[in-house]
Nanobody
Framework: QVQLVESGGGVVQAGGSLRLSCTAS????????MGWHRQAPGKQRELVVG???????NYTDSVKGRFTISRDSAKNTVYLQMNSLKPEDTAVYYC????????????WGQGTQVTVSS
């Protein structure tokens, strides 16, 4: 059974930083694709960044240079370091996993709220 548990969300002022964590069980973060998505009120969920098993990353344009995804294999945990936060980054952030045979993201965490005040 795959479980993804996010933590680290909160309220921060514009320009501040937060680090989100996603601890996985039942899926190896190094052998499978992992990603962070977000959904703002009234908007569709979007992929913020994905990382493949070989370490290739793909960031959405709006976060390039500000957000960084990383992995800790010993803890089977994926992180999202978010710097220079903007009010438009306010959303629920979800960790997701996808095994090689999946066509789409198949595993999701419960989400963690990030609120950036102006």
């Amino acid at each position: 059974q795959v479980q993804l548990v996010e933590s680290g969300g909160g309220v921060v002022q514009a320009g501040g930083s937060l680090r989100l964590s996603c601890t996985a069980s039942g899926i190896s973060i190094n052998l499978n694709a992992m990603g962070w998505h977000r959904q703002a009120p009234g908007k569709q969920r979007e992929l913020v960044v994905g990382i493949t098993s070989d370490g290739t990353t793909n960031y959405t344009d709006s976060v390039k240079g500000r957000f960084t995804i990383s992995r800790d294999s010993a803890k089977n945990t994926v992180y999202l370091q978010m710097n220079s936060l903007k009010p438009e980054d306010t959303a629920v952030y979800y960790c997701a996993g996808r095994k090689s045979w999946m066509r789409s993201w198949g595993y999701w965490g419960q989400g963690t709220q990030v609120t950036v005040s102006s």
